[in-house]
């Protein structure tokens, strides 16, 4: 048994010990949290280590228990240790995630010391979120919007690193767990693995609870005959770093409650359970990846607070740069709501919008705006007009862009085999590299490593260190994420084509 296998056993005893569990029988064996319900396995095509089914499961069923002591909070942290809890009396002034950042960061210095141990050695040692990126990385996403998105992530991180210093050094951190490095790894670990807790806008982090990949809200609809969850949603979306809604007064009789209501997430802090409780969003099969819903999140969101994105994804929004006059007379529909749907249709209010703008100021009557704010065409023209306007404005945004949708697509395979260690680079495929891949060779200084293996005959496939590794996997998001955002164009164009065709032929 490898070491990675044996430090899980012992986690999940460890965890069967607090009293987690993936069964409602609480006379369950010790050995291990689960085999009840669940079981840790891999999944690469949607998330990698994550939570399988080990039996059917039902919709609305509780699949984990979590006890509070188990949870690791600011609160939990401070309660075990009294100098921990004097710096942070001290130095009350920093935000609560902050706060638990530093925490983190102290729990980890303490090595097998800490109480959390058996479950901080299976945090992952990297993060790809675009806080995390570098200058290349970035600046490959190309979409001005997403490139800024990604700046203003590494600009919060660093300020936010700078104040929390402070508290560090009063607990006289070791220098690498002071360093900016290790903060965006505790950043990066908040934003991506906390769950919602009543108590602590910071949210906690839930040893097991955390192992759960993401599923986006809506794509399990059709999937079950059984019961509705009730959510008890605070807001549509969480604003915090914490993904996962309170679940209140959660019936535990039968661990279903009816039906309706939005249902954003899987699961909460029953404060009667004094657990975190967490429910099948829908019925699995056996060996099924069980999914939980963060919340909706854009693909842009995804990668900026989870640090991957999804090729299909129904929440997803392309955003272009519209004309400030379009802007100003949309103040009827926010701005954020002009965007297109990844499936290439125009969102509403930007459908109406253009349908206003495109006519000209004279005939903005009254029964024009009616019609606009009833979301019917106002005529076949104006319609024909806005579908032209729309599919124009996507060619030009596309040919704006630094590389095709084409181009993409073959950069994206030489990435791949760049990564793929059954692959070796022969000589005739680097010199195929396209400017992004050389460039990306010059700035990382890799052309030694490729050129070695190539030019030494080892019939080797080049092996790039796990930091490069690394870098590449980030580039790859940000190529990735690109080719997703053209394609939505592409498609755009092809929806607004079809749809001037129609109007043109009745
Ligand atoms: C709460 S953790 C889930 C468990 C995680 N896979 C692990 O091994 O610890 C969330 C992270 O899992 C990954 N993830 C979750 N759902 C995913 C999905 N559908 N596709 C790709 N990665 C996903 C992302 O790296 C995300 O930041």
Not at 49 to 64: D, F, P, S
Not at 84 to 90: G, K, M
Not at 179 to 194: D, G, K, V
Not at 430 to 455: K, M, P, Q, Y
Request: proline letters at 3%; a negative charge.
């Amino acid at each position: 048994m490898d070491l990675e296998h044996q430090t899980m056993e012992m986690f999940l005893r460890w965890a069967a010990e607090l009293g987690l569990s993936d069964s409602i029988d609480s006379s369950r064996s010790l050995d291990s949290c689960l085999g009840h319900s669940l079981s840790v396995a891999d999944f690469p095509l949607a998330g990698g280590r994550g939570l399988g089914a080990v039996r059917e499961l039902r919709k609305g069923e509780l699949v984990l228990k979590v006890p509070r002591n188990a949870l690791l909070t600011t609160e939990s942290m401070v309660a075990k240790d009294q100098k921990l809890r004097d710096a942070i009396n001290l130095h009350g002034s920093i935000s609560s995630t902050q706060r638990l950042g530093v925490c983190l960061l102290y729990e980890m210095s303490k090595g097998k010391k800490s109480f959390w141990y058996p479950y901080l050695v299976h945090l992952p040692r990297d993060y790809d979120l675009s806080s995390t990126f570098g200058e290349f990385e970035k600046q490959a996403l190309q979409v001005e919007d997403a490139v800024w998105a990604a700046e203003k992530a590494i600009a919060k991180s660093q300020s936010e690193w700078k104040e929390a210093v402070t508290l560090m050094k009063v607990l006289d951190l070791k220098p690498k767990f002071q360093s900016l490095q290790a903060w965006l790894w505790a950043s990066a670990t908040i934003s991506s693995r906390t769950l919602h807790i009543p108590w602590d806008s910071a949210g906690c982090l839930c040893p097991v609870g955390d192992l759960f990949n993401y599923d986006a809200p809506g794509d399990d609809l059709n999937t079950s005959e059984g019961p509705e969850l009730v959510i008890q949603t605070s807001s549509p979306k969480p604003v915090s770093t914490t993904h996962h809604e309170c679940r209140n007064n959660a019936e535990e009789a039968g661990h279903v409650v009816e039906t309706q209501s939005e249902r954003l997430t899987d699961g909460g802090f029953d404060e009667d359970a004094n657990a975190y409780c967490l429910y099948a969003r829908r019925n699995y099969q056996l060996g099924e990846q069980v999914l939980l819903c963060y919340g909706t999140y854009t693909n842009l969101e995804l990668l900026e607070h989870y640090g991957f994105m999804l090729e299909e994804n129904s929440n997803d929004k392309v955003f272009i740069p519209l004309e400030t006059s379009l802007y100003s007379l949309a103040s009827s529909w926010p701005k954020d709501s002009l965007y297109i749907h990844q499936d290439g249709k125009p969102s509403f209010a930007l459908v109406s919008t253009l349908r206003l703008w495109l006519i000209p100021q004279n005939q903005r009557d009254k029964t024009a705006m009616r019609l606009v704010y009833a979301g019917s065409q106002i005529s076949v023209k104006n319609e024909i007009l806005v579908m032209k306007w729309m599919s124009d404005k996507c060619g030009r945004v596309l040919r704006d862009l630094p590389t095709s949708l084409l181009e993409d697509t073959v950069l994206l395979q030489d990435i791949k085999n760049l990564q793929d260690p059954e692959v070796c680079l022969k000589q005739k495929e680097t010199e195929a590299f396209g400017s992004e891949v050389r460039a990306f060779l010059d700035v990382n200084h890799l052309w030694d490593l490729i050129n070695g293996d190539v030019i030494g005959l080892s019939g080797k496939a080049v092996e790039f260190s796990r930091k490069t590794n690394r870098i590449i996997s980030k580039w790859r998001l940000s190529v990735q994420w690109r080719l997703r955002y053209k394609r939505t164009l592409v498609d755009c164009i092809s929806y607004c084509n079809e749809k001037m065709n129609h109007l043109s032929s009745t």
